[in-house]
């Protein structure tokens, strides 16, 4: 069976086509370019800073920003363990050790208890990262760092458009990262962003992308720098994408009501909350199941009828080169949601009438195995 719905494709529909052409045929195909400036404008504006680097991917926008805080051997940097691979790997890349928090049981964002917890003379810094869309209650994390001088870079890679009391995603740390690989809220095929308000640190971010080259004498270098360069291609498709940016994010949020409403008081779904004060962006429309197994066999039966599924992120702690790394007592709440989660497909495009056949598809196949249970109880 082929896949009908995939769970993130990109809409491609407004100006990226010209865009790219327009770079291909004036030559301007590699990191200099008119695009790239244009991108980072509509970036930084997205995130309600004065600065955004563009990158090559979101990877290496989180390991530009850890380079450019000079995070080292010895340090270590609090992490949720439920996030993709890439929040932790960033962390090691700088030779730091990354700490594994727990995550809040409603929004299952990072939990602002069990960072405190965490917290030892060598803490450098947090990295919260707002999951499926959804944003991090940051007042506390804020607080935290505050009282203890740590650094604030929030993994903002699913989640831009975001909001938390009024204010964007990536503007509320020291630094936001962002991803723009195919499946994101927009993409440049891959790419990535650092967005900041300090000037101080948007100085040093361009001068470690570019290879660490003295702005004021070419081919002298007075450290080591990265080539995390975007290209003016990647930025072409970009800037298409920024200009939709706004219906993009609405489409988002629009699917997800439709989602509320055609699986709520479905038995054996727990559904996404929003909380008070937050907007999320919905990359992702996630939900939670009553167990692993059912879970499984409800994505299984989604995939037979070409309705593709994904299962939550692992946890990090429990992977074979973190097992060693310090946790909040194994993470308990992570290991519990990150077993029983799944993200319905949740592309901007898709129209009620596709929501109301993949929600039927999940209350059909919900039902018959509880009343199994039921009986077999
Ligand atoms: C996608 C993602 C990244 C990494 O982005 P890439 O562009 O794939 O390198 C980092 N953190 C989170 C939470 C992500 O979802």
């Not at 935290?144 to 458009?161: H, P």
């Not at 167990?291 to 994904?310: F, H, K, M, N, V």
Request: glycine share 8%; with cysteine.
């Amino acid at each position: 069976m082929s896949i009908r719905y995939p769970v993130a494709a990109p809409d491609l529909s407004g100006n990226e086509l010209r865009y790219a052409e327009e770079c291909i045929k004036s030559s301007w195909v590699s990191s200099q370019g008119t695009f790239l400036k244009r991108f980072e404008e509509q970036v930084a504006a997205a995130a309600g800073t004065p600065y955004a680097v563009a990158v090559c991917n979101g990877t290496a926008a989180l390991h530009l920003a850890l380079a450019a805080l000079d995070l080292g051997p010895g340090d270590e940097v609090i992490v949720p363990s439920l996030t993709f691979i890439a929040t932790a790997n960033a962390v090691t890349y700088c030779g730091a050790t990354p700490v594994f928090a727990d995550c809040d049981p409603e929004t299952w964002c990072i939990a602002p208890e069990s960072i405190e917890r965490l917290i030892s003379p060598r803490t450098k810094g947090i990295i919260p990262v707002h999951l499926y869309g959804h944003p991090c209650d940051m007042d506390p994390i804020l607080a935290l760092a505050r009282d203890r001088r740590l650094w604030v870079v929030e993994d903002a890679a699913e989640a831009m458009g975001a909001m938390y009391k009024g204010k964007l995603v990536g503007s509320l740390g020291d630094m936001g990262t962002f991803s723009f690989f195919g499946n994101k809220i927009i993409t440049t095929g891959e790419g990535g962003a650092v967005v900041t308000q300090c000037e101080r640190l948007n100085a040093r971010l361009n001068l470690l992308r570019g290879q660490g080259m003295d702005p004021q004498k070419r081919y002298w270098h007075n450290v080591v720098g990265f080539n995390y360069r975007m290209t003016n291609l990647a930025a072409a498709l970009g800037v298409a994408q920024m200009e939709r940016f706004t219906t993009l994010v609405e489409q988002r949020r629009r699917l997800a009501r439709w989602y509320d409403s055609a699986l709520s008081g479905v038995e054996g779904l727990t559904l996404p909350v929003e909380a008070q004060g937050s907007q999320s962006a919905y990359w992702m429309y996630s939900l939670l199941t009553a167990d692993e197994a059912s879970r499984d066999a409800l994505r299984s039966g989604l995939l037979d009828t070409g309705i593709e599924t994904r299962p939550f992120f692992y946890p990090i702690n429990e992977m074979p080169m973190y097992a060693a790394a310090p946790s909040d007592r194994g993470c308990p709440v992570t290991r519990d949601v990150s077993y029983r989660g799944l993200s319905l497909p949740s592309s901007s495009y898709l129209q009620y009438s596709d929501v109301e056949l993949i929600s039927a598809g999940l209350r059909t196949r919900l039902k018959p195995s509880l009343s199994r249970l039921r009986k077999a109880g």
